[in-house]
C-alpha cells in the first residue's frame, strides 16, 4: 500500500522552514571591537631620554617613565633591519627590536608608547639608541635588541596615520646632535653625475650598503648610504634635482641620510646649472651651479668685459678671462680658436650652453668649442678698475674674487726675470707671480724696488697667484691717476635736515660720457636699490669733462653753495648715515660710499670715527684718484671727516 503525505502536512512543514530561513537570515553577529587608544600621556620626553646618555656607554634605566613618539621610519622596504626610528616634538631615536616585518605592527605614522624601564640606551657611534641590553659576543660590547618576548612588554601601540612634518633645513645647519633620528628636508639636491647611471645599491649583495655624495646647487654635500637589502636596492638613481626626505644619522662625525624608500627621492628638476631660458645670467650666480664635479651648462648666456690681454701672450693659446660687476671667469675655447681678436676692454656676450663649468688646476672655467666663440665685440675700450688688495687680503678672499682684476700697492718681486713662479712680497706676506714663459716680457727682468702689481689672482691648486697681463701692470705710483674717463664720488654731505649733497670728480684725462654712469642708493641695509639716477638724466649733461666735477643734491637741500656751483636734484641724494650709495660704469660698480647690503646702525664708521657719515661732511683724499669698490679697505683711509654739520665749503671744488 503506498501512503502519501497529506497535503496539510506539506504546507506545515513548508512554513516551518521558511520560519527557521527567516530567523537565521535576521540573526545579528556580533561586529569587532573598535580600537581604543590607549589613554597613556608620556612623562619624559625623547629629549630627556637621550640625556640620560654618554657616548660610548651603556646606560640601564631604573625609572618607571614612557616616552611616546611617532614612527617615522619602520622595516618595510628592507633599508632599516630590526629597527624603528621614533620622533616627539622634542628628538628621535632608533628602537632596536629583534623582530622582522615590524612595519606590520609598527608602520610609519603609527603613534608609539614605549615603557623604559630595564632598557637600555648605547650608541652606534654617536647615533644613540634604545635596546634591551647588552652584547658582548662581539669584538666589542654593542647594545642589543629588545627580545622578541619583551616586545609587547614595553611598546604599546597608540593610533596610526599620524603625519611627521619633515624639517626643511640646510645641510649646514644640522646639529649632529639634536637632528639626528629625526625626518628632515633638504632641497635643491641632486647626485653626482658621476653616479647618476648607478643603482641605489649593490642587489647582487657584493656590497651591504652603498655610499652616495649628494650635492647641492649652492649648498653643502652629504652623504646618503642605501643597504643593499632593501627592495628598491635596484633601482636606478634618478638623475635630476629636487627635494629628498629622509631620516638624518650620524656616523662618528660623518652626516648620513637614510630614505625609508625610493619615492622619499623626488629628484624631477633641471640639474644645477642645466635650466636656463637663454637669457644672460651673471657670473656669480653661474658659479655658484658647480658643485664640486663638471656639470653641463642650460640655455644661458653670460656677458663680460675682457680683462686677458692676447698681445702681450701671457695667457695660453685659446682662453680668454671675462669679467662682470661681481665675479670673473676663464672661458677656454680650444687651442685653435681664434681668440687673440679680442682685445683688452671688448665687451662680450657669450652663448654657454652646452659648455663644461669645471675647476682646472684649484681655479673654476668654462669649457666651450671654438664654435662658441663671438663673432665680434658688442664694445670696445670698456674700463675694469682694479680692487686694491694687500697680499693678504687676496689670500682671504680667494677664491671669491678668482679672475678679478686686483692691484697690490708696494709690492717687492724676487730678482730675476718675470718667467715662470716669482715670490711677490708685500708687508702683509707674499703669493706667486706667474708669467708663462712665452709671454713677450717674459725676460725682462723684475724690479729691485717696491711697485704696484696689477693683474688677475686666483688659486693655482693650493698656491695663491698673480698673473699680470703685460708690462704696463707694472708701475710706480702709490697714487694711480688713470689714462681714460673715471668719474668717482669726491665728497659727501649728510647734514641738518633735508641737506644731503653728492660731490662726482672726473678723475681722468678724457671726458666721460655720462650715459655710461648710474647712481644707485641702498637703504637701511637693503641689498636692492631704493633709487637710481643715470647721470646724464638727472643731469641734462652729456659728458664730464676731464678734472671736472658736477654736484647733485636732495630735492629739500638749502645750504648756500659757494659761488659759481649748482646741484642738481635726485632722489638717491635722499640718504642718512646709514645708508650707502654706489656709481656704477657701464653696470659695474666702480665707487661706493656705505656697503650695500650692510646695516652699520646709525652711521658709516670712516677713519675711526663711528658716527662720520651722520650730520657730517666726508671728502675723498685728493690723493685717491681712483674708484674703489671695496667699502672696507675705502673707509679706512682714503677719506677726510669734516666735524662740523652741513659744511659745504669746498663742494664743487678739488
Given amino acids: 500500500m503506498k501512503y502519501y503525505r497529506s497535503s496539510f502536512s506539506l504546507a506545515t512543514s513548508l512554513l516551518a522552514a521558511i520560519c527557521i530561513i527567516t530567523f537565521a537570515c535576521n540573526k545579528k553577529f556580533d561586529e569587532p571591537p573598535v580600537y581604543k587608544a590607549p589613554d597613556i600621556t608620556p612623562d619624559l620626553t625623547i629629549s630627556e631620554l637621550k640625556a640620560m646618555h654618554s657616548y660610548g656607554r651603556f646606560e640601564q634605566i631604573t625609572e618607571d617613565k614612557t616616552i611616546g613618539g611617532i614612527v617615522i621610519a619602520d622595516d618595510r622596504s628592507g633599508q632599516f633591519y630590526k629597527t624603528i626610528v621614533i620622533q616627539d616634538e622634542t628628538a628621535g631615536i632608533s628602537i632596536k627590536l629583534d623582530a622582522y616585518d615590524l612595519y606590520t605592527s609598527y608602520p610609519v605614522g603609527r603613534k608609539v608608547y614605549i615603557k623604559v624601564k630595564g632598557l637600555f640606551l648605547g650608541d652606534n657611534n654617536k647615533l644613540i639608541e634604545l635596546g634591551g641590553g647588552i652584547d658582548n659576543s662581539g669584538f666589542s660590547p654593542r647594545l642589543d635588541d629588545i627580545p622578541s618576548a619583551l616586545i609587547d612588554e614595553h611598546l604599546i601601540k597608540g593610533t596610526v596615520d599620524n603625519v611627521v612634518t619633515p624639517k626643511l633645513i640646510q645641510v649646514e645647519e644640522l646639529d649632529n646632535y639634536a637632528d639626528q633620528n629625526t625626518l628632515i628636508q633638504l632641497d635643491n639636491y641632486e647626485f653626482a653625475g658621476t653616479d647618476t647611471a648607478k643603482t641605489f645599491a649593490k642587489p647582487d649583495l657584493s656590497s651591504s650598503a652603498v655610499n652616495f655624495t649628494l650635492q647641492s646647487c649652492s649648498g653643502k654635500p652629504i652623504v646618503l648610504r642605501n643597504s643593499s637589502y632593501a627592495d628598491f636596492a635596484g633601482y636606478n638613481v634618478p638623475n635630476g634635482n629636487g627635494t629628498i626626505t629622509a631620516v638624518f644619522t650620524v656616523f662618528g662625525s660623518t652626516q648620513q641620510l637614510y630614505v625609508r624608500d625610493s619615492a622619499d627621492v623626488k629628484f624631477y628638476n633641471n640639474r644645477c646649472g642645466a635650466g636656463g631660458t637663454g637669457e644672460v645670467i651673471d657670473l656669480k650666480t653661474l658659479k655658484s651651479f658647480y658643485n664640486g664635479t663638471s656639470l653641463t651648462l642650460g640655455a644661458y648666456k653670460i656677458s663680460g668685459v675682457v680683462i686677458s690681454d692676447p698681445t702681450s701672450k701671457n695667457i695660453a693659446a685659446g682662453n680668454i678671462v671675462v669679467q662682470d660687476k661681481d665675479a670673473g671667469i676663464k672661458l677656454y675655447f680650444g687651442s685653435s680658436a681664434t681668440t687673440s681678436k679680442f682685445n683688452t676692454g671688448d665687451s662680450l656676450v657669450i652663448d654657454v650652453a652646452g659648455g663644461v663649468l669645471q675647476e682646472y688646476n684649484g681655479a673654476m672655467e668654462i669649457s666651450l668649442s671654438a664654435s662658441d666663440l663671438p663673432a665680434a665685440a658688442l664694445a670696445t675700450g670698456k674700463t675694469v678698475l682694479p680692487k686694491e688688495l694687500t697680499v693678504q687680503q687676496v689670500k682671504e678672499q680667494l677664491p671669491g674674487i678668482e679672475y678679478t682684476l686686483v692691484t697690490v700697492k708696494d709690492a717687492t718681486s ?238 664743487g671744488t678739488r
Fill in 414 to 651: 724676487e730678482p730675476g726675470t718675470f718667467s715662470g713662479n716669482k715670490k711677490l712680497t708685500d708687508a702683509t706676506g707674499s703669493l706667486t707671480l706667474y708669467t708663462l714663459t712665452g709671454a713677450s716680457f717674459a725676460g725682462n727682468a723684475t724690479p729691485a724696488e717696491a711697485k704696484t702689481y696689477t693683474g688677475y689672482c686666483l688659486m693655482f691648486n693650493s698656491t695663491a697667484e698673480m698673473i699680470i697681463r703685460n708690462i704696463n701692470d707694472v708701475t710706480d705710483g702709490s697714487v694711480v691717476t688713470p689714462s681714460d674717463d673715471n668719474i668717482i664720488i669726491s665728497e659727501y654731505v649728510e647734514g641738518s635736515s633735508g641737506n644731503k649733497y653728492l660731490e662726482l670728480y672726473n678723475a681722468g684725462t678724457n671726458a666721460a660720457d655720462l650715459s655710461k654712469y648710474t647712481l644707485k642708493l641702498y637703504t637701511n641695509g637693503s641689498s636692492s636699490a631704493s633709487s637710481t639716477a643715470v647721470l646724464n638724466v638727472v643731469t641734462g649733461l652729456p659728458a664730464l669733462p676731464a678734472k671736472s666735477i658736477v654736484v647733485l643734491k636732495y630735492s629739500g637741500a638749502s645750504l648756500t653753495l659757494p659761488a659759481g656751483i649748482n646741484a642738481y636734484n635726485s632722489a638717491v641724494c635722499n640718504f642718512n648715515g646709514n645708508d650707502a650709495v654706489t656709481l656704477e660704469k657701464n653696470g659695474i660698480i666702480t665707487d661706493v660710499f656705505g656697503s650695500a647690503g650692510t646695516d652699520p646702525g646709525t652711521s658709516w664708521t670712516i677713519s675711526g670715527d663711528i658716527s662720520a657719515a651722520k650730520d657730517k661732511t666726508v671728502r675723498r683724499k685728493s690723493t685717491y684718484n681712483v674708484g674703489n669698490p671695496d667699502w672696507s679697505s675705502s673707509a679706512v683711509s682714503e677719506w677726510d671727516v669734516v666735524l662740523a654739520t652741513d659744511d659745504v665749503t669746498n663742494l
